[in-house]
């Protein structure tokens, strides 16, 4: 992906990220609805605000899409973007302070692929600053949820923006 020099904002960045209405469900397929009334963030706003803090390298075919803002707090932004690569497609949450500086970053939902297997991940998200995420094999029978091979998790979101992530038993 090309870099860019011209510089924007922290608050021109957030622009590209509409207001959620909470309580609100996120899985792979609902990118679609994103494409359509969100526009792409330019490269300069990929380069200073995405890619320092991403723990996947991105190459010409990686694309990114921003989705939403959740306003919780004062004190941190919330953000959730999503990125497509070569088979994993996902939703992640990321967080700044009020300047604009990084916090913290997570993935909440997508699907995609490791060796043999294929994995679905859907997040709801409440307005008490929770995320519950439910993590499915789908490798064998894309039709059933195999309670065995799924897993769950609660991320809460921290007032200084950190993300607590809690696995839950199933």
């Known amino acids: 992906m090309p870099t860019s020099t011209k510089q924007h904002s922290f608050q021109d960045f957030l622009s590209y990220f509409p207001i959620a209405e909470l309580p609100c469900t996120l899985q792979y397929n609902d990118l679609h609805s ?7 963030l330019p490269d300069s706003l990929l380069v200073h605000y995405l890619f320092p803090y991403l723990d996947f390298e991105v190459d010409e075919f990686t694309e990114f899409l921003p989705c939403f803002q959740i306003q919780y707090r004062e004190n ?3 953000l959730v973007f999503w990125s497509g690569r070569l088979m994993h497609y996902s939703f992640y949450l990321i967080t700044f302070d009020p300047s604009g500086n990084f916090v913290a970053m997570t993935e909440i ?17 409440n307005e008490d600053s929770e995320i519950y995420i439910v993590e499915t094999n789908l490798s064998n029978d894309e039709h059933k949820i195999v309670t065995d091979q799924t897993k769950k998790w609660m991320l809460n979101i921290l007032p200084d923006g950190q993300i607590q992530k809690m696995e839950i038993e199933v």
């Not at 994103?34 to 792409?40: A, E, G, I, L, V």
């Not at 939902?109 to 998200?125: C, D, L, N, T, W």
């Open 34 to 40: 994103y494409t359509k009334s969100n526009d792409p």
């Open 76 to 78: 941190c932004f919330q």
């Open 109 to 125: 939902a997508g699907f995609y692929s490791e060796q043999s297997e294929v994995f679905q991940k859907m997040a709801h998200i």
